[in-house]
């Protein structure tokens, strides 16, 4: 779940000084499951960091690699993009570089010391499958999600898979891989369902044996513009084929986004496709504080007001909160405050 601090998605690992707490809550409707669960003997529920920049890679979170790898004076705004700049340079090694450096078993260790129990780890779809015909992407690279497996079952860590972008992209944005602008370039049509199927049912079977591997996130901030029945359609075919690949419901949670959209509308549509029927699933939830103009335009208790709702939004499913910030909008910043004080109060 992607965790962050300071409006920023998790700089390095290795310094985790953006990290902040993942946490799940379990709402009313999964009261029988929480029981069900305990009997079960399951684990308790994710607190953790996610480690962005390191299997997808997006400007905030591998910073250096996109200030380093410049083209005609322009950073790039996605992976994409710089893939495409060092194929052209001839030095796609700094890509594999980074993978082998960027994360290593000594963060782990560092994470489990810190008292947190969970990472999340987002990849692109290309290091699970490789790149489509025609794509820059760099891949596959399983190699490396096998590694981070393997160092959560020797430090005692749970792990949060997380397809962060899929075949198309589920979004024309940055995080899925792929920033496409002007706005209306990337269509909801663009996202290669099939293939994302294929890329979840690779994971779900490599890693179906991990006792380390308790969840897995079947895409990252879908668009809005991509119809709730198509998305929720979406959603309970990913459930079945990460089931039918072996990772059961008593050991595996599976993560749907709720992202940009009405919770309300989403869970009427879950439950006409008859999403109801699956268990041990869970809604990922972003809560941010400082981006668009309705939290810029909020003041301190305006924002004070939203936690109080998201605190009564989260007690009506059973959700995950994937990111979130302590970074508030403009109106929200004390002009007797430092920005760190202000997330200080927050």
Known sequence: VRFTASG??????????????MCVTQGRECQLEERQNR?????APWRGVNLGGWLLLEPGTA???FEHHTQDGQTATCEWDLAQTLRRK???GELINHRETFITKRDFQRIQTYGLNAVRLPVGYWIVLGPAAGEPYVGPALEYIDRAVSWAE???LQVLLDLHGCPGGE?????CGRHQRPVGTWQWSNWRFDETMKALEVLARRYCTSKAVTGIQVCNEPSHTVPARSLCTFYDKAVDVIRGAGMGASHVAVVLPLFQRPAEEIMMEWKEVGGCRHQNICFD???YHCFENEWNGKTFAQQLRSVEEHKEELQQFPAVVGEWSLALGLAARHRCLLDQEARTMF
């Open 8 to 21: 920023s998605t998790f700089a390095s690992c290795q310094t985790l000084v953006w990290t902040a707490p």
């Open 39 to 43: 009997i079960r003997g399951l684990d």
């Open 63 to 65: 910073k250096a690699m």
């Open 90 to 92: 001839g030095i796609e």
């Open 154 to 156: 020797e430090c005692g």
């Open 171 to 175: 979004s024309g944005d940055a995080p």
């Open 285 to 287: 939830l972003h809560y």
